[in-house]
């Protein structure tokens, strides 16, 4: 089992290898997509701007969630293992060496 510092820092080593490609998708997207949709002028450009908004939101939204709050939530789910696997282990007898074989 890993210790806090070795998790957090694999976790930080492996973001920027695995998650740019999705991140620069994100960005393209709403680069040539979204923003001619929220500065839209012209007929029926009100309800570009609000699909324009829309989407811009969303996209931040998930982009900050995938950054932010999913690692946030792996070390605190593997904190609260870590705690209740301490507070197990001792109550479980460790066999000794003549007892195994």
Do not use: N
């Amino acid at each position: 089992m890993s210790t806090k510092g070795e998790s957090l820092s694999l976790m930080l080593r492996s973001k920027g290898k695995t998650s740019s490609p999705s991140y620069s998708d994100d960005l393209v997207c709403v680069h040539s997509r979204c923003v001619p949709l929220w500065t839209a002028s012209g007929a029926g450009s009100v309800a570009r701007q609000i699909m324009g908004t829309t989407v811009i939101g969303g996209m931040l939204a998930g982009t900050c969630i995938a950054i932010f709050i999913i690692p946030a939530l792996f070390v605190l789910v593997e904190r609260l293992a870590k705690r209740r696997g301490a507070a197990l282990s001792p109550s479980v007898p460790q066999p000794s060496p003549s007892e195994a074989d």
